[in-house]
């Protein structure tokens, strides 16, 4: 089982739609949860990062977790085209940044 | 505030060579972490300084090594380089919560 699972899609979501983007861990000591967004080329981005259960809203992002299904998500409303990249989970454990990444999600807006 | 800078941008090796990558983390943090990310592989965690000290590793060989100054700056470094070895190195800075990302070192040995 891979530590970090998420949908490779591609996910294909019409302009101003919600994407939705999905995430399970298989450690249950992860502490810290992130959400980045890779254009082809270039280095991961920082979305936004969530520690405790529940939603954490930042501007058109939200990212929800769920420690006792081991889940996290992100949603992103009113999906630009500019939004069009792949998004990568990444989760890591007390005591420091030794960050584990999911495979990422290809996910494509349509203008 | 700057940014996290990574030298040098791109890299050309022969095979049995050895190369060292230099990472200056965003001004304040104290943590540097290294990743390697592949087509096949993705991003996979390298090690982890922390105040000079190697806080976290990863499951590479120990071809591949790293050191923390006493500024922050960070440097890894990869000896007797395999074609297996080529890949974007990922330099990432950290705060207390957040870690941010360098623009890569793109290594291609060949």
């Known amino acids: 089982q891979k530590e970090v699972e998420q949908n490779s899609g591609p996910l294909s979501v019409p302009e101003g739609a919600i994407a939705s983007l999905n995430c399970t861990y298989s450690?249950?000591?992860?502490?810290?949860f992130f959400w980045y967004r890779q254009y082809s080329g270039k280095s991961p981005e920082l979305i936004m990062f969530?520690?405790?259960?529940g939603d954490k809203e930042d501007g058109r992002f939200t990212a929800q977790l769920n420690k006792a299904s081991q889940y996290v998500s992100l949603l992103i409303r009113d999906s630009q085209p500019s939004d069009s990249a792949t998004y990568l989970c990444?989760?890591?454990?007390?005591?420091?940044?030794?960050?584990?990444f999911g495979a990422g999600t290809r996910l494509f807006v349509k203008a | 505030k700057a940014g996290v800078t990574q030298t040098p941008r791109y890299l050309i090796k022969t095979r049995g060579q050895q190369v060292t990558l230099s990472c200056s983390p965003i001004?304040?943090?104290?943590?540097v972490s290294w990743y390697q990310q592949t087509p096949g592989q993705g991003l996979q965690f390298l090690f982890e300084?922390?105040?000079?000290?190697?806080?976290n590793k990863g499951n590479f060989p120990g071809r591949f090594s790293g050191r923390q100054f006493s500024n922050s700056r960070s440097e890894m470094n990869v000896s007797t380089l395999e074609l297996g070895d080529s890949a974007l190195y990922l330099c990432?800075?950290?705060?207390?919560?957040?870690?941010?990302f360098g623009p890569g070192t793109r290594l291609t040995v060949t």
């Open positions: 990432a800075s950290s705060g207390h919560d957040e870690q941010y």
């Open positions: 450690d249950r000591g992860s502490q810290s």
């Open positions: 969530i520690y405790s259960n």
């Open positions: 990444a989760v890591a454990l007390k005591g420091g940044f030794k960050t584990i």
């Open positions: 001004s304040g943090h104290r943590s």
């Open positions: 300084y922390f105040s000079e000290t190697q806080r």
